[in-house]
């Protein structure tokens, strides 16, 4: 037998029933990709001359509208005060000491509080009002406050969990359990990528001063049951931005190059056979990688930038700051990546959150208005959409100097891609303990983020186990119409 017929025999015997299967529905699958990549479209209905809405995938905008193209989600992990930060309590600060009401509080899930004694606990910084619409925040946001006419202000954000982890998955997912994909998993997904050569959905972490270096698993940016090349890629903000980035010893770029050829070009004869989506992930990976080693570099790079960019955002080369982050996501958004998630650590204030909500202002306060500043001198604010969150809130009660955690109260804000700034949406009640007005979901708000990136939230669905898999539950999110211009 020679080689060719060898060659022939050993296709025929790895034609399995599932690779047949697999084939047989390729074409419905590419259909159904296509379709979803063209409803799913960055543009709006308008631009692309589509005029039927019914329950198609995409969402209509208004007349005049512009909507996002991409979006960076800052999370402040660890949970921060909406006490201290961005929801005014003076009726707190008047039962500072009082025992908590037990009409607000009896038959709650609370997280380390449960079973002692509820104390109120005024709030531990000053507030001020800024803008045109005199909004109150926390005076040691000033920064924030000089751009909080391009800010919306949810104080009525509710969620679903009270630990850390299931919190985060909450957030990130809209399911407390692990092997969900990721809101940013989805969108690359649904809209895919404008980076040629960098990853459609990016992760950068920082830590500050307070030492708190809880961490963040990468679960939280996985793809779940997605195919794995929308998986967020973490690149690091101190140091290689990716680990092996760079070629060993010896190895040229040619060389390289070669080898990623010959390695792709046999897992394209294999996958010729097996029709396996996960090997043309491989694939698209080995060549993304290989992009990314001259791209990366160039990108991570901010001492390119003009020191008044450096100025306005506070930071310096290398430093590994939220504010060299913020700066890093401006650059990412130019090379086209659809979303950019921005983790700063040390938010779990269980105890002296007068000082630690303090550190926090100074590390993050200048580098949130910079990014909103600067992407709107360069006119990218109208298709940006930025979301400030973190996974819950803290208690009115006290735990010593600090909050527990506290899921039925929190503020998250939004501004740029038709979001209405200098405003605030819904409120908790004079305590700050529950949402009592225009109360939202984090469903909610992954449905409007959906919607300003022209997505139909419920249509938006992936078939997994049998069912239609969708970000936003089957709790009935709803699109946050009155924050949109």
Same mark, same amino acid.
């Given at each position: 037998?020679?080689?060719?017929?060898?060659?022939?025999?050993?296709?025929?015997?790895?034609?399995?029933?599932?690779?047949?299967?697999?084939?047989?529905?390729?074409?419905?699958?590419?259909?159904?990709?296509?379709s979803l990549e063209a409803k799913a479209s960055p543009l709006t209905p308008a631009e692309r001359g589509d005029k039927s809405e019914g329950d198609s995938?995409?969402?209509?905008?208004?007349?005049?509208?512009?909507?996002?193209?991409?979006?960076?989600?800052?999370?402040?992990?660890?949970?921060?005060?909406?006490?201290?930060?961005?929801?005014?309590?003076?009726?707190?600060?008047?039962?500072?000491?009082?025992?908590?009401?037990?009409?607000?509080?009896?038959?709650?899930?609370?997280?380390?509080?449960?079973?002692?004694? /509820?104390?109120?606990?005024?709030?531990?910084?000053?507030?001020?009002?800024?803008?045109?619409?005199?909004?109150?925040?926390?005076?040691?946001?000033?920064?924030?406050?000089?751009?909080?006419?391009?800010?919306?202000?949810?104080?009525?954000?509710?969620?679903?969990?009270?630990?850390?982890?299931?919190?985060?998955?909450?957030?990130?997912?809209?399911?407390?359990?692990?092997?969900?994909?990721?809101?940013?998993?989805?969108?690359?997904?649904?809209?895919?990528?404008?980076?040629?050569?960098?990853?459609?959905?990016?992760?950068?972490?920082?830590?500050?001063?307070?030492?708190?270096?809880?961490?963040?698993?990468?679960?939280?940016?996985?793809?779940?049951?997605?195919?794995?090349?929308?998986q967020g890629v973490q690149l690091r903000s101190k140091g290689d931005p990716v680990l092996y980035l760079t070629?060993?010893?010896?190895?040229?770029?040619?060389?390289?190059?070669?080898?990623?050829?010959?390695?792709?070009?046999?897992?394209?004869?294999?996958?010729?056979?097996?029709?396996?989506?996960?090997?043309?992930?491989?694939?698209?990976?080995?060549?993304?990688?290989?992009?990314?080693?001259?791209?990366?570099?160039?990108?991570?790079?901010?001492?390119?930038?003009?020191?008044?960019? /450096?100025?306005?955002?506070?930071?310096?080369?290398?430093?590994?700051?939220?504010?060299?982050?913020?700066?890093?996501?401006?650059?990412?958004?130019?090379?086209?990546?659809?979303?950019?998630?921005?983790?700063?650590?040390?938010?779990?204030?269980?105890?002296?959150?007068?000082?630690?909500?303090?550190?926090?202002?100074?590390?993050?306060?200048?580098?949130?208005?910079?990014?909103?500043?600067?992407?709107?001198?360069?006119?990218?604010?109208?298709?940006?959409?930025?979301?400030?969150?973190?996974?819950?809130?803290?208690?009115?009660?006290?735990?010593?100097?600090?909050?527990?955690?506290?899921?039925?109260?929190?503020?998250?804000?939004?501004?740029?891609?038709?979001?209405?700034?200098?405003?605030?949406?819904?409120?908790?009640?004079? /305590?700050?303990?529950?949402?009592?007005?225009?109360?939202?979901?984090?469903?909610?708000?992954?449905?409007?983020?959906?919607?300003?990136?022209?997505?139909?939230?419920?249509?938006?669905?992936?078939?997994?186990?049998?069912?239609?898999?969708?970000?936003?539950?089957?709790?009935?999110?709803?699109?946050?119409?009155?924050?949109?211009?």
């Amino acid at each position: 037998m020679t080689t060719e017929d060898e060659l022939k025999q050993f296709r025929a015997q790895q034609l399995t029933r599932r690779a047949l299967l697999g084939k047989a529905t390729q074409g419905l699958g590419a259909l159904a990709l296509a379709s979803l990549e063209a409803k799913a479209s960055p543009l709006t209905p308008a631009e692309r001359g589509d005029k039927s809405e019914g329950d198609s995938l995409y969402s209509p905008r208004r007349a005049g509208v512009r909507g996002a193209k991409r979006v960076i989600w800052l999370s402040m992990a660890g949970g921060p005060s909406h006490l201290e930060t961005f929801d005014p309590k003076p009726k707190l600060a008047q039962m500072n000491g009082q025992p908590m009401p037990e009409s607000m509080t009896k038959g709650q899930q609370i997280a380390q509080l449960q079973g002692q004694k /509820l104390t109120c606990f005024g709030p531990q910084l000053p507030f001020e009002k800024f803008g045109k619409n005199q909004i109150e925040i926390c005076g040691l946001f000033p920064q924030i406050g000089s751009v909080i006419d391009e800010i919306c202000f949810i104080r009525s954000m509710t969620t679903d969990a009270i630990n850390h982890d299931p919190a985060h998955m909450f957030m990130n997912t809209g399911s407390q359990i692990a092997g969900r994909p990721s809101m940013g998993s989805w969108i690359t997904y649904g809209l895919g990528s404008l980076a040629k050569d960098l990853p459609g959905f990016v992760v950068l972490t920082s830590l500050g001063q307070g030492g708190q270096n809880q961490p963040i698993a990468a679960r939280q940016w996985s793809s779940g049951f997605l195919p794995s090349k929308y998986q967020g890629v973490q690149l690091r903000s101190k140091g290689d931005p990716v680990l092996y980035l760079t070629n060993p010893g010896g190895v040229t770029r040619g060389r390289q190059g070669t080898d990623i050829a010959a390695i792709n070009a046999l897992n394209k004869e294999y996958n010729s056979l097996v029709d396996d989506p996960e090997i043309a992930t491989r694939i698209a990976q080995y060549e993304l990688a290989f992009q990314m080693q001259a791209s990366v570099p160039d990108l991570m790079d901010i001492s390119q930038e003009k020191k008044e960019t /450096l100025e306005l955002y506070g930071c310096q080369p290398g430093d590994g700051s939220f504010a060299s982050n913020c700066l890093l996501a401006r650059r990412l958004a130019e090379k086209g990546v659809r979303f950019i998630q921005l983790y700063h650590k040390d938010w779990d204030h269980h105890g002296d959150i007068k000082n630690g909500v303090t550190l926090k202002a100074k590390e993050i306060d200048r580098a949130c208005m910079a990014l909103i500043t600067d992407l709107k001198r360069r006119g990218m604010l109208d298709d940006t959409l930025i979301v400030w969150a973190g996974e819950f809130g803290r208690t009115p009660m006290s735990q010593g100097n600090g909050r527990d955690h506290h899921n039925k109260a929190m503020t998250v804000w939004l501004a740029g891609a038709g979001i209405h700034g200098g405003m605030v949406h819904g409120a908790s009640d004079e /305590l700050g303990y529950a949402a009592v007005e225009n109360i939202t979901t984090v469903h909610d708000l992954h449905a409007t983020m959906l919607h300003q990136l022209g997505i139909n939230h419920e249509a938006f669905t992936y078939k997994f186990q049998g069912l239609d898999a969708k970000l936003t539950g089957v709790e009935g999110a709803q699109v946050i119409k009155s924050i949109l211009a």
